[in-house]
């Protein structure tokens, strides 16, 4: 993430964009990828967010990689997450190596309806340790909390895998947008938080904050 106002988070050999002197349109840039096993739904988590769509039908793989930016205010501040779409298929490995190294925060996503998506999260999480920066904020997603008759895996079995990596855990949908926004807005949350603390800002923690958010929801949801 850069710390300058207007300037965009760049990869290596790019110039860095600039927005008009007078009125950048966002306060600072986070890179954010997301990663998970083919077809666990990271292209269409990105299009609910970006878009407020979803994609149903024909399940079109992605070809290496892609990149959508979206701007969210947060306290206040204008955060563009630059999020970037990987495939998941492993034939595409090692193009998508070469990203993780400048991205901040990286959302690992799993199908609750198919246990060798969830299986994988190991060794997804261990190429994150080989090739992200050691600080990079990540986040376990179980997609497809819609499909609730074809679940395979347990929301208990996210939060225990999630608690020994000490991540925070979220159960999505990217067809009804349940917690998608959230996910986000958690991410630039803690991109901003990091980015530089005010004066007598109180510290921010993403896992309770996630936490504290579920909490809300599945209370209110009863109202
Ligand atoms: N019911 C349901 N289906 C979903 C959800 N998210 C994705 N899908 C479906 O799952 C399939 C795969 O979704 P994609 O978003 O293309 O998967 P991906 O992870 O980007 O796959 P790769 O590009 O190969 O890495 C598509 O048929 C989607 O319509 C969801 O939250 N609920």
Avoid at 50 to 68: E, M, Q, Y
Avoid at 134 to 144: A, P, T
Wanted: proline share 3%.
């Amino acid at each position: 993430m850069t710390g300058t106002p207007g300037a965009a988070a760049t990869r290596d050999g790019e110039a860095p964009e600039r927005s008009p002197p007078c009125s950048p349109s966002f306060d600072f840039t986070g890179k954010v990828m997301l990663l998970g096993d083919s077809g666990v739904g990271k292209t269409c988590f990105l299009i609910r967010f970006k878009d407020g769509a979803f994609l149903s039908g024909t399940f079109i793989a992605t070809v290496g990689i892609d990149f959508r930016n979206k701007v969210v205010t947060v306290d206040g501040m204008r955060v563009k997450l630059q999020i970037w779409d990987t495939a998941g298929q492993e034939r595409f490995r090692s193009v998508t190596h070469a990203y993780y190294r400048d991205a901040q925060a990286l959302l690992l996503l799993y199908d609750i309806t198919n246990k060798s998506s969830f299986d994988s999260i190991r060794a997804w999480l261990t190429e994150i340790h080989e090739y992200a920066q050691r600080d990079v904020v990540i986040m376990l997603l179980g997609n497809k909390a819609d499909m609730s008759s074809e679940r395979v895996i347990h929301s208990k079995d996210g939060e225990t895998l999630a608690r020994e990596y000490g991540v925070p855990f979220l159960e999505t949908s990217a067809k009804t947008g349940m917690n998608v926004e959230l996910a986000f807005l958690a991410i630039a949350k803690e991109l901003k938080y990091r980015a530089g603390q005010q004066a007598n800002e109180p510290s921010f923690q993403i896992r309770d904050y996630v936490e504290s958010q579920k909490k809300r929801s599945s209370c209110c949801s009863f109202m």
